[in-house]
C-alpha cells in the first residue's frame, strides 16, 4: 500500500477483532469526519459527497449509502433499482434485519433522493462526525470482536440526540458471505456482546432478550462506565426509541411464551430451527434446554404457536405439522390451549396435539387422559388468557 500516500495502516501487536480496530482507527484519524467501510466492498461512483452531505448540514446526523449486493462467487455488482431502499430494524434477539420504509416515513418524502430516517445501521459501511461519534462514546471497548456494535451505535445515536439516515444518492456494493471466514476464540464473544448491549440501553425491554436467548448472563464484564456514559450524555429511555424512532416494532403482549413442555414425555419441548429468513421450517421434540432459541415460541392473541415469523400449522390433508409465513386468518394455524387439560385443540380439524413413544409429533383426537397430549408453557399469562376468552 505504500505507494497510495494517503493510506496509514495500523497494526495490533495481537488480534483484537473489528470493534477495537474501528475504534483505534478513529483515535488515530486527524480528519473531521469519519467513514467505516468493511474491506469486502467496491464503491459506486459518488458515494462519498451525499454522506459528507447530510454530516455538514448536522454533525449530529449518521450517514449510509444503500447497500448493493456483490455476489460471492463471480463478484459481479448487482445494482438495486433507485426506489429500492429499506432501513434497518432488529429482532428482540438482537439480530438486525430489514425492512420496508414505513409508510410514516414513506408519506413524508417528496423526492426518492431524499434521506430516509432508519432505527438501525447494518453497521459496516457509515460516516459520522468525529467528533459525535466520540461524544458517544464510540463502541464499546469491553466488546469482544465483531457483533452488536451496529445495535449499540444506532440505540444510543438516536437516544442520545442524534438522527441515524439511509442516504439514497450514495451506493456501496458488498459481498455478503454465506458463513464467516473467521475463527473465534475466547468463547460467544457475540452473546457477551450482546447482553453487555442489553444491559446498558435496553431498560427494562432486556427481559425480552433474555427469555429468547436464555438467562444466564456468564461474565458479561464491568458496565459501570458505559452506565455512566449514558448518564451523562442525557439519552432518553428506550421506551422513547421505541415510541418514536421504531413503533412498527412489535413489543410482546402474548399469552404464553417460553418453551412447551411436553407432560408425558418428561424433560422434552417442542423445537424448531426455523429463522425469519426461512419461508416454512420444521418442528420436532428435543431435549428442553433451557435456552431459548430453537424452544422459544410465542403463544399469540390471535391463539398462535409463533416462533420468528412463522406458525405452527397442521394441514389435515398431508398430516404434516410445519412452521409456515402466519397468514392471521386462524384456519389451519390456530391452537385453542385449554388451561384446564393443558391440551393445544386444533380447531379447524377437531384434533389435538400430541407425540407419540418414539417422540413424534401426532395429531389425533382429543383425549384428556392422555398424558403426551398435555403441554406445559415456561410462562403462562393466565389473566391475559382469560380475558381474551370472555
Known amino acids: 500500500m505504500a505507494q497510495y500516500t494517503k493510506v496509514k495502516i495500523i497494526r495490533f501487536d495481537k488480534r483484537e477483532g473489528l470493534i477495537r480496530a474501528r475504534i483505534r482507527g478513529a483515535l488515530a484519524a486527524t480528519a473531521p469526519t469519519l467513514t467505516f467501510l468493511d474491506s469486502h466492498v467496491e464503491c459506486s461512483i459518488g458515494w462519498l459527497e451525499p454522506l459528507l452531505d447530510r454530516i455538514a448540514r448536522d454533525p449530529t446526523n449518521v450517514a449510509c449509502p444503500v447497500i448493493e449486493i456483490i455476489d460471492d462467487n463471480t463478484l459481479r455488482y448487482i445494482i438495486a433499482p433507485p426506489t429500492h431502499v429499506q432501513v434497518g430494524g432488529f429482532t428482540w434477539r438482537l439480530t438486525f434485519n430489514w425492512h420496508s420504509i414505513p409508510q410514516s416515513e414513506f408519506v413524508k418524502r417528496q423526492h426518492p433522493a431524499e434521506p430516509v430516517r432508519s432505527p438501525t445501521m447494518a453497521g459496516g459501511l457509515f460516516t459520522i462526525d468525529a467528533a459525535f461519534f466520540k461524544k458517544l462514546g464510540m463502541y464499546d471497548p469491553e466488546f469482544e470482536y465483531w457483533g452488536s456494535e451496529h445495535l449499540e451505535l444506532s440505540f444510543k445515536t438516536w437516544m442520545c440526540g442524534g438522527t441515524l439516515e439511509i442516504i439514497p444518492c450514495s451506493h456501496v456494493g458488498h459481498i455478503f458471505r454465506k458463513k464467516s471466514p473467521h475463527k473465534w476464540t475466547g468463547g460467544d464473544s457475540s452473546r457477551r456482546n450482546s447482553i453487555r448491549l442489553a444491559e446498558v440501553w435496553l431498560d427494562d425491554y432486556a427481559k425480552f432478550f433474555y427469555m429468547r436467548t436464555g438467562f444466564y448472563k456468564g461474565d458479561f464484564g464491568n458496565i459501570s462506565e458505559r452506565v455512566e456514559l449514558r448518564k451523562n450524555l442525557g439519552c432518553k429511555s428506550f421506551k422513547w426509541y421505541l415510541d418514536n424512532i421504531y413503533p412498527e416494532m412489535k413489543v410482546p403482549d402474548n399469552l404464553g411464551e417460553g418453551s ?126 382469560e380475558s381474551i376468552l370472555q
Do not use: P, R
Not at 417442542?270 to 425469519?276: K, P, R, T
Open 260 to 385: 412447551i413442555e411436553n407432560v408425558g414425555i418428561k424433560n422434552w419441548c417442542l423445537d424448531s430451527n426455523v429463522s425469519e429468513n426461512d419461508f416454512a421450517g420444521t418442528i420436532s421434540m428435543y431435549t428442553c434446554h433451557n435456552m431459548g432459541a430453537n424452544q422459544f415460541f410465542e403463544y399469540t392473541k390471535q391463539f398462535e404457536i409463533f416462533k420468528e415469523g412463522k406458525c405452527l400449522d397442521f394441514d389435515n390433508s398431508s398430516a404434516d405439522l410445519k412452521m409456515s409465513i402466519c397468514h392471521n386468518a386462524k384456519g389451519n394455524q390456530q391452537w385453542i390451549y385449554n388451561l384446564t387439560s393443558n391440551q393445544f385443540l386444533h380447531k379447524a380439524h377437531n384434533k389435538c396435539l400430541g407425540v407419540d413413544d418414539s417422540k413424534k409429533l401426532m395429531m389425533n383426537l382429543c383425549n384428556e387422559s392422555d398424558q403426551n397430549q398435555k403441554w406445559i408453557f415456561k410462562y403462562l399469562y393466565k389473566e391475559k388468557f
